[in-house]
């Protein structure tokens, strides 16, 4: 059975949807949680580290604090990640930045401050927050598209460079989950195409072979696995948790 006691996570973007779902449920394991977001938390009960994951010096010193505090970083789940519905034509070159900054390079400046850390404890466990964008393309999501895909591949290259020091790192792939990042997307398209808001989701459940959308606690029990000892024998994977939609 795996013990989360006086063990260290960190999670970016855990003020909302699937990283607080994570986040309260190892909580409730016993682990010491960090919330690394440049959002506060509604709930304070948390520990809450003000951070814009897009620029290093934010990453380098919440890191800092951090081990400062407690020595050690046990797991990783790099979840902050943001939005945006639009082709390459409609897309100007801040939201480019911006998603990028966030998304994709966020991801590499968490990765590069927690590693090290991990390495002088000869172990950890890390995840990636991929989409079912890091196997298939969608309509009007280029660049979203974009950064899914390198993380993905990040993922692979970094387990191979650290597993010598015990150190995992897997990438979940979560499909269509109910959030405030998919409310968001959402608008979006209603905006761009003039359908209900109604008609949106009602299409968005139908064409998941499960029939319906997912929850951040599906998603945050599937990090949680990952995380673990329960899959102490996986690495560089790419997990799909979006209801059947990539395998079709």
């Known amino acids: 059975m795996m013990h989360w006691k006086n063990t260290v996570t960190v999670i970016t973007g855990a003020s909302s949807g699937?990283?607080?779902?994570?986040?309260?449920?190892?909580?409730?394991?016993?682990?010491?949680?960090?919330?690394?977001?440049?959002s506060p938390p509604e709930n304070t009960d948390s520990y809450f580290i003000e951070c814009d994951v897009s620029?290093?010096?934010?990453?380098?010193?919440?890191?800092?604090?951090?081990?400062?505090?407690?020595?050690?970083?046990?797991?990783?789940f790099s979840n902050a990640g943001q939005h945006l519905f639009a082709n390459i034509e409609d897309t100007n070159y801040e939201q480019l930045e911006s998603l990028v900054g966030i998304n994709l390079m966020g991801t590499f400046y968490v990765l590069k401050t927690v590693i090290p850390i991990m390495k002088l404890l000869q172990k950890g466990s890390i995840v990636l927050m991929g989409s079912d964008q890091s196997f298939v393309g969608k309509a009007n999501s280029s660049v979203y598209g974009m950064t899914k895909g390198a993380i993905a591949q990040l993922a692979k290259s970094t387990a191979?460079?650290?597993?010598?020091?015990?150190?995992?790192?897997n990438c979940i792939c979560p499909g269509t989950i109910q959030t405030?990042?998919?409310?968001?997307?959402?608008?979006?398209?209603?905006?761009?195409?003039?359908?209900?808001?109604?008609?949106?989701?009602?299409?968005?459940?139908?064409?998941?072979?499960?029939?319906?959308?997912?929850?951040?606690?599906?998603?945050?029990?599937?990090?949680?696995?990952?995380?673990?000892?329960?899959?102490?024998?996986?690495?560089g994977a790419l997990l799909a948790a979006d209801g059947g939609y990539t395998c079709q």
């Not at 699937?18 to 440049?38: H, P, R, W």
């Not at 398209?189 to 459940?205: C, K, M, R």
């Not at 959308?213 to 029990?221: H, L, Q, R, T, V």
């Open 18 to 38: 699937i990283g607080k779902a994570t986040l309260e449920l190892l909580k409730q394991e016993g682990s010491m949680v960090y919330n690394l977001d440049n």
């Open 55 to 76: 620029k290093p010096q934010h990453v380098e010193q919440a890191i800092k604090t951090i081990y400062d505090n407690e020595k050690r970083i046990d797991f990783l």
């Open 160 to 169: 191979i460079d650290y597993a010598p020091f015990n150190i995992r790192v």
């Open 180 to 235: 405030p990042l998919l409310d968001k997307a959402v608008k979006q398209f209603v905006t761009h195409s003039g359908q209900d808001e109604g008609t949106v989701y009602a299409s968005l459940n139908s064409v998941q072979p499960l029939g319906r959308i997912g929850s951040p606690d599906e998603i945050a029990k599937t990090v949680r696995f990952l995380l673990s000892d329960d899959s102490a024998f996986i690495t």
